[in-house]
């Protein structure tokens, strides 16, 4: 399983005097096993390029290839393409339509033609992994549901056609703490379970320290920066000037640092900064002064 | 895709013409369509061409942009054309079998193609030059008359102008769900009639959902805004007759005595 997009161009309204050039010559490959975050201002063009990974958008110029298909060329099978990358779209409780929340689930995988076992298996396996009770939740109708509820009903109708890539945008974006904390939990059983990639797209730089094992910078349409978050987050002032910033965890040890505690530029989570902290103060008698934390992601 | 849809369009442009009075727009406009009735013979039609290709030439909206309007109903000219060509009794110029082709049926066929020409290019430059608010505007104060007549003349008026503002806004709800469901492996463009009527519920349900979800939004936003229909409700942008305006209703009066002089004395 591997992705890889080649020179990638998207433009808006081509021809009319408003275009916009949303995606600007993107090249980047993700292998199996990978944990990509994308990241980037409002508008930066996060949205318009995770588009084009299951065809949903064909780009102006540029290739992308999953595994050897090129799915830009014209004679690809879509359906084959969609079994594969599973993409959730930001606000995807919108896309809701059935009667009940079973069946919902289960429009996509009755239309890779599955067998109606098969396919109520793979609800409820869904259900399970968002965290929707299946008794209580199956033959709800969809539209009672509360926002939370309607979000992890939608993201399982996408998990439940099983991608090898799955991605999802902004999967978080106004929800509580819970439901947030939920969600990224689920997320997380997903790629132990199935592996593959899996692509996150957020504005929680914390989510993003916490979760990804690459991180990919966005701003106007050009792909700036792509690196392990250590990296990525280690230039704040870089980050700052494109309208983004550091996870909280990474400030707080830079307010430390500005403050006279040796700084410590490894420091993403709140993993790390435990840790950190726990070293300086606890360490404080053992002589263990400079020694620095190890990095647990 | 679907936002290429051009009937009833705007064109965003500074010209004369789209500065007029909207008032004085479509009453110019009903004025043009009675007067393409009035037309006789394809000198009157020289002053019709004239007369609108000066106004379009004021516009500054593209030509290319105007002919695209025309192409929606390129069929019903066509047809009318022919049929025009084939049932006209008169002189034959060409025969096959039972068609035959006169010469009053060739001269009535374009002559008819050519008024609903000049009939959709005058209505399409009105939608084309005046902003959708400004039309209703000019809709609600032509109108205002008849509101002693128990018309709720500005109900109306505010119905289309919610109506036109959220088309395009539809249009990308629309949009929207139906990436979000082909992600899904909706496929929405093959299959029989039946199979792709039925492959359009996925869209159809969210998009009504959305539509009820944006009505009820706005409807508590005006709410919140002390909204409360027409009564002695002001305008921001009052219409105003100008100078232009006169100009123009000179133009549109040389225009219509050139009309029906030719008419009566050619
Ligand atoms: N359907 C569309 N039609 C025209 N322009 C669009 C469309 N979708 C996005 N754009 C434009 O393309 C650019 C990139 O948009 P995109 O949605 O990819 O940004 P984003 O990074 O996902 O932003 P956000 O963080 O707000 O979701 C923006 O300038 C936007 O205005
Ligand atoms: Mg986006």
């Known amino acids: 399983m591997s992705i890889k997009a080649e020179n990638l161009t998207h433009i808006y309204n081509k021809g009319l005097a408003y275009e916009t050039k949303a995606v600007d010559d993107v090249s980047f490959t993700a292998e199996d096993g990978e944990f990509i975050g994308i990241i980037g201002h409002t508008g930066s063009g996060k949205s318009t390029l995770i588009q084009h990974l299951n065809g949903i958008l064909k780009p102006e110029s540029g290739r992308i290839f999953i595994d050897d298909i090129e799915i830009t060329s014209k004679n690809v099978k879509m359906t084959q393409i969609r079994k594969r990358v599973g993409l959730v779209f930001q606000y995807p409780e919108y896309q809701l339509f059935e009667e009940t929340v079973l069946r919902d689930i289960s429009f996509g995988p009755k239309n890779l033609g599955l067998s109606d076992d098969e396919v109520v298996e793979r ?81 929680n730089m914390g989510d993003i320290a916490e979760m990804t094992d690459r991180v990919l910078v966005m701003d ?35 307010v430390l640092a500005a403050g006279g505690l040796a700084s410590d530029r490894s420091v993403l989570t709140l993993g790390d900064l435990t840790d950190f902290l726990a070293n300086r103060l606890g360490g404080a008698g053992g002589g263990a002064d400079d020694e620095t934390p190890e990095v647990s992601r | 895709m679907i936002r290429d849809i051009t009937i009833g369009q705007y064109y965003p442009e500074y010209s004369k013409i ?161 990436k979000a469901q082909q992600a899904r492996g909706a496929d929405f463009e093959t299959g029989g009639l039946i199979k792709r009527a039925k492959a359009m519920i996925p869209l159809l349900i969210p998009l009504f959902v959305g539509a009820f979800r944006i009505a009820q939004d706005l409807a508590m936003a005006m709410e919140a805004r002390c909204y409360h229909g027409g009564e002695g409700r002001t305008k921001l942008n009052a219409l105003k007759f100008r100078g232009r305006d006169a100009a123009a209703i000179i133009f549109v009066v040389i225009y219509l005595s050139a009309v029906v002089a030719e008419r009566i004395f050619v």
């Open chain 1, 123 to 203: 609800a409820m396996e869904a259900m399970r992994l968002v965290g929707l009770d299946f008794e209580t939740y199956a033959e709800r109708s969809p539209f009672e549901l509360s926002g939370g509820q309607k979000r992890r009903a939608a993201i399982a109708g996408v998990i439940a056609m099983r991608p090898d890539v799955l991605i999802l945008d902004e999967p978080t974006a106004g929800l509580d703490p819970k439901a947030h904390e939920d969600i990224l939990n689920m997320i997380r059983s997903v790629k132990e379970r199935a592996g593959g990639i899996v692509v996150l797209v957020s504005h």
């Open chain 1, 220 to 254: 106007g349409g050009k792909l700036v920066r792509d690196g392990a978050p250590a990296e990525i987050f280690a230039d704040e002032e870089f980050l700052k000037g494109i309208g983004l910033g550091v996870p909280p965890a990474a400030r707080m040890a830079n």
């Open chain 2, 18 to 178: 789209h500065k007029l009075d909207p008032r004085l727009k479509i009453v110019v406009t009903l004025v043009y369509i009675v007067s393409l009735f009035l037309v006789k013979d394809f000198i009157g039609y020289a002053i019709v061409f004239a007369s609108i290709g000066l106004v379009v030439a004021m516009s500054k909206v593209p030509i290319r942009f105007i002919l695209r309007g025309l192409k929606p109903i390129f069929l019903i000219i066509a047809f009318t054309f022919t049929l025009n060509m084939l049932m006209t009794k008169g002189t034959i110029l060409w025969s096959w079998g039972f068609v035959r082709i006169t010469e009053e049926g060739l001269y009535n066929a374009v002559f008819m193609a050519l008024r609903l020409i000049f009939l959709i290019i005058g209505s399409s430059l009105l939608t084309l030059t005046t902003k959708p608010i400004k039309l209703t505007d000019g809709i609600e104060s032509l109108l205002k008359p008849f509101k002693k007549m128990g018309l709720p003349v500005h109900e109306l008026a505010m119905m289309m102008t919610i109506a036109l503002r959220f088309i395009p806004t539809l249009l990308e709800e629309t949009d929207k769900i139906m």
